[in-house]
């Protein structure tokens, strides 16, 4: 299949299964179009749990009609609505909004799972309550300034 | 894909850091979140996507209650890098059942590398095929692991059949300078990759 690439034992060690460049995934790169073929669901937990939507009343999307929460969206609560009554999950990211935080991140600190934070977040947007920065799109490259900056602050680690 | 950003409208509010990604890909066991945990200045942190068997496309899930759900574990870092930019760096999962991520974790991604550890080098020819398609600038970093037979940079390079201006590089992702300089290798070779072709 991969002769073509196989390190022919090199100095007498073993050698490399070299990649085959025309091996493909059947029918297709399933990844937008959900699990793939053959994907099995079986070894998710299947006992009695609290289901994730519960907190959101069953929606699976945030309110807000086309708009989409990257993992790493940046989230700040708005000063102006401290007190507002939430619900205790709604509060418990304004809290961690205080500072300027990523969705993924406030997923991870709650232990709430991503599209869920993503919908309460769709709540509290709506109601103004937080503002958001959103990633830089996959279409429009990082600027080169970002990429220095980037570039200059790993260097000083 | 529209975006919500309400950061236009916000006028004398503090200004919201903008936030840019580097995903980390291998095989599982390669040291992915190793690697994340040597440069991180947080702990690594995991999320957690959960996946209907309905998918994405479905907007209520009243009445569904039978359909099963799977959970996918996304392992993350993060590297404030000043007062306007924060990095964060991301595992992918590691088994390949949970693919339908990747193109999440890829979307805006300023570049991958991909961890290869050369005991199980068959682990990460998928991340390397991914980004190769999408065109997402990688280096490929060995891992050296205790015990595994030392090998050549080119023969992971041949074995991978990458092109020659993907860098390949020898690396322990237990090593915070290490780590570090695999991050600059990758960043370098995204901005080299901007500058227009000197031939052809």
């Known amino acids: 299949?991969?002769?073509?690439?196989?390190?022919?034992?090199?100095?007498?060690?073993?050698?490399?299964?070299?990649?085959?460049?025309?091996?493909?995934?059947?029918?297709?790169?399933?990844?937008?179009?959900?699990?793939?073929?053959?994907?099995?669901?079986?070894?998710?937990?299947?006992?009695?749990?609290?289901?994730?939507?519960?907190i959101t009343k069953g929606?699976?999307?945030?309110?807000?009609?086309?708009?989409?929460?990257?993992?790493?969206?940046?989230?700040?609560?708005?000063?102006?609505?401290e007190g507002r009554p939430q619900d205790p999950e709604r509060q418990e990211i304004l809290d961690l909004c205080r500072r300027p935080i990523s969705v993924a991140e406030i997923s991870a600190r709650l232990d709430i799972p991503l599209t869920v934070v993503r919908i309460l977040l769709g709540d509290l947007i709506a109601q103004g309550d937080v503002r958001t920065r959103a990633a830089a799109p996959m279409t429009q490259l990082p600027e080169k300034k970002v990429l220095q900056a980037v570039l200059d602050g790993i260097r000083r680690l | 894909?529209?975006?919500?950003?309400?950061?236009?409208?916000?006028?004398?509010?503090?200004?919201?850091?903008?936030?840019?990604?580097?995903?980390?890909?291998?095989?599982?066991?390669?040291?992915k979140t190793t690697l994340v945990g040597a440069v991180s200045e947080i702990t690594p942190l995991s999320t957690e996507e959960v996946m209907?068997?309905?998918?994405?496309?479905?907007?209520?899930?009243?009445?569904?209650?039978a359909k099963s759900t799977t959970t996918v574990a996304l392992d993350f870092g993060r590297i404030t890098i000043n007062q306007d930019i924060v990095l964060y760096l991301f595992g992918t999962p590691g088994q390949d059942r949970f693919w339908f991520m990747w193109d999440e974790l890829a979307e805006g991604a300023l570049g991958a590398v991909v961890l290869a550890d050369t005991r199980r080098l068959d682990t990460c020819f998928h991340a390397v095929d991914f980004f190769e398609r999408r065109q997402v600038p990688f280096v490929v970093a060995v891992n050296r692991f205790d015990g595994a037979t030392a090998y050549e940079t080119d023969e992971v390079r041949e074995a991978l059949d990458i092109s020659a201006h993907v860098p390949v590089l020898m690396a322990d992702a237990r090593e915070r300078g290490s780590a570090k300089d695999v991050l600059v290798r990758l960043v370098?070779?995204?901005?080299?990759g901007r500058r227009p072709a000197l031939s052809g």
């Open chain 1, 1 to 54: 299949m991969s002769a073509a690439y196989d390190r022919r034992g090199a100095r007498g060690r073993e050698p490399f299964h070299g990649r085959d460049r025309t091996r493909h995934w059947g029918r297709g790169h399933p990844t937008s179009e959900g699990p793939a073929p053959g994907v099995r669901t079986g070894d998710a937990p299947t006992g009695p749990l609290v289901r994730p939507y519960t």
């Open chain 2, 188 to 192: 370098t070779h995204v901005i080299d």
């Open chain 2, 1 to 31: 894909m529209a975006s919500v950003d309400s950061e236009n409208r916000t006028g004398a509010q503090e200004a919201i850091p903008q936030a840019v990604k580097i995903i980390v890909a291998g095989g599982f066991g390669a040291g």
């Open chain 2, 52 to 65: 209907t068997e309905a998918g994405y496309g479905v907007d209520d899930l009243s009445g569904v209650e």
């Open chain 1, 59 to 81: 929606r699976t999307r945030p309110p807000t009609a086309g708009g989409r929460l990257d993992m790493i969206t940046i989230v700040m609560a708005m000063g102006d609505h």
